[in-house]
């Protein structure tokens, strides 16, 4: 490609509602266009990286086994009826009617389409496994889109969704999916890490999200450096202390403590560690009759270490909290406590609740708490004497740094990441919602074992470049970059020897299959490589008159400080070798 055949369209400032560096970088390189609340239009520039994407997802997927298909954008909303998701998915769901007033939605993912796929084609066990897979567009409706491409409203995305006879064999298909995904991450070039995944409503423990390591990223990542575990925050288990409880040394004390609402500050007017503090949290879970009529409330108060965070995905899944629970309101935490937030405590109550006390806490003696009373909170207190032991004990915090890694073999670290990829384990859930039965050996019918596979396509390249940036642009990893080597001639329009060198490169490296652009636009040379170092073409070669009046010219990684002279017959042979490599 030449680039004056191409579009090339930079800009020398961001836009102001470009809040991180892929979003500003994206749009100054020339690579998205902004035509709606989170909505963009691929220029080609930036189709290019998602076309490369695309291509090693496909190769990956193809070698795994799986086929390609492509389901419509426009869906019937029968189909998400069938499994109760036109109504329970929410407004991110969007609902569109045609002119006959019939129900549609705009697909945000198609479980739905696929099973209905495979409950009209497939009859006999004899047909399985199966793994359909597409790459297509979506669109949820998203509250707050922002961050460009990583959490627009319409994204590229390859969704895949595997078809089994029994749970084993469904497992196995997994596995063939999982390491299909850490082989298509490794050769985007991109540093990742594949996390175990807390795996929702639907249960289960095969669920591992990929997850690009970038300090921008929105997801904590757990991780043991000395060895293989690896966790998102929801699912890394915060293990039981080793140590007993110790005896108490301090008499229950209620002491002032005048505006001081929070943990952080009651520990710092009292001097005291903010571990010694106890963290209240009043929620709520409601029973309900067929017709949706709640029955009866239950208040629950859980306790954490004032320096801990309560994990809500670990809630969910305590007793009592399986069909979802809130926060509860000011007038109930009144009733049960006597006292507003920010002074609650379990001493005291004037209602009883249920008291579910996080496994750090079940340990601690002569702790502090709120007294329930505006003001005032109770140093020195313990269980058995204070207060009756914990209704439950469980894992309810988010582990931190320097917790005990759950296999046994280290202590925990925590990166930053950005989610690009996920693998789940579905089981019967759709099949069973829609029927989509198979002939087993003996001729009976059996729902059929599922499994969904997910890549963020138009994301991949947001997170590559929230890893991968400087000061100058992008810098992209060889197998995703728009183009792979840029030529840059100096003085081209004005230079035969220049021009003629520059085109006989670039004719050498398209002959070996290399992805190139001259830059034969006449460009400044200032101004024409900081476009290519923005725009992020990882290999640079730059023809002068005065170099190859020496028989020389210049490469330069985009990592690299400083350009090397090489012989202008051994470049070519140079920037292949760097490929290779």
């Not at 970088?25 to 709606?36: D, E, N, Q, S």
């Not at 239009?41 to 086929?67: D, F, N, Q, S, W």
């Not at 078809?163 to 063939?176: E, N």
């Not at 008291?355 to 009373?373: F, K, L, S, T, Y």
Request: net charge negative.
């Amino acid at each position: 490609m030449k680039a004056s055949r191409f579009f090339v369209s930079t800009l020398k400032e961001a836009p102001a509602d470009a809040e991180v560096v892929s979003h500003r970088l994206m749009t100054r390189a020339g690579m998205i266009k902004k035509l709606g609340a989170g909505i963009y239009t691929y220029m080609p520039m930036g189709l290019r990286v998602i076309r490369k994407v695309e291509a090693i997802v496909r190769e990956e997927m193809e070698r795994a086994g799986a086929v390609e298909l492509t389901m419509p954008v426009v869906q019937p909303a029968e189909l998400w009826q069938e499994t109760g998701r036109f109504d329970k998915m929410g407004p991110e769901l969007m609902r569109i009617q045609d002119r006959h007033e019939r129900d549609y939605v705009v697909q945000p993912t198609s479980e739905e389409v696929v099973t209905d796929i495979a409950r009209q084609e497939i009859k006999s066990y004899k047909q399985l496994p199966k793994n359909f897979y597409q790459i297509q567009t979506k669109f949820r409706d998203e509250r707050r889109p922002r961050f460009g491409l990583m959490r627009g409203r319409e994204f590229i995305m390859k969704d895949a969704y595997s078809f089994d006879r029994d749970v084993s064999s469904a497992k196995a298909s997994y596995q063939v999916m999982a390491k299909a995904y850490r082989a298509i991450f490794d050769r985007f070039g991109l540093r990742y890490r594949a996390v175990a995944a807390d795996s929702g409503a639907i249960g289960g423990d095969l669920s591992e999200e990929f997850q690009v390591i970038a300090a921008t990223g929105e997801d904590a990542i757990v991780y043991c450096p000395d060895s293989d575990y690896a966790a998102n925050m929801e699912k890394a288990e915060a293990l039981a202390p080793q140590a007993t409880r110790p005896a108490s040394g301090k008499d229950a004390v209620k002491t002032p403590t005048p505006g001081k609402s929070t943990c952080e500050d009651v520990s710092e007017l009292l001097g005291v560690p903010l571990s010694t503090t106890v963290k209240s949290l009043v929620l709520a879970t409601e029973e309900v009759d067929d017709q949706g009529t709640v029955k009866k409330v239950q208040i629950w108060l859980l306790l954490v270490r004032g320096d801990h965070d309560m994990n809500e995905v670990k809630v969910g899944k305590l007793p009592g909290f399986e069909q979802g629970f809130r926060f509860a309101t000011v007038p109930e935490i009144e009733a049960h406590f006597g006292s507003k937030p920010g002074y609650l405590g379990p001493l005291g109550l004037k209602l009883p609740v249920k008291v579910v006390a996080d496994r750090d806490v079940a340990v601690m003696a002569d702790w502090i708490c709120g007294a329930n009373e505006p003001d005032f909170h109770i140093t020195g207190v313990n269980w058995g004497r204070d207060l009756p032991e914990p209704d439950l004990v469980a894992d309810i915090r988010n582990v931190v740094a320097g917790d005990a890694s759950p296999d046994g073999k280290g202590v925990l670290a925590i990166e930053r990441g950005i989610e690009v990829g996920h693998v789940f384990y579905l089981g019967t859930k759709y099949s069973k919602a829609m029927a989509a039965t198979f002939l087993d050996e003996g001729g009976k019918s059996q729902p059929m074992e599922m499994g969904c596979y997910g890549i963020g396509i138009t994301r991949l390249p947001a997170a590559a470049i929230e890893q991968n940036h400087d000061e100058r642009g992008i810098i992209w990893p060889d197998a995703i970059a728009p183009f792979t080597v840029v030529v840059c001639p100096i003085g081209m329009d004005r230079s035969a020897e220049v021009k003629a060198a520059a085109e006989k490169l670039y004719d050498e490296l398209l002959a070996a299959g290399v992805d190139v652009i001259l830059d034969d636009r006449g460009e400044r040379p200032g101004v024409m490589f900081a476009e290519w170092e923005l725009i992020g073409v990882p290999h640079r070669v730059v023809l002068s008159d005065r170099g190859l009046k020496e028989g020389t010219v210049e490469y330069q990684h985009r990592r690299d400080t400083a350009a090397t002279k090489v012989a202008v017959q051994e470049v070519a042979g140079l920037v292949r070798g760097r490929l290779a490599a």
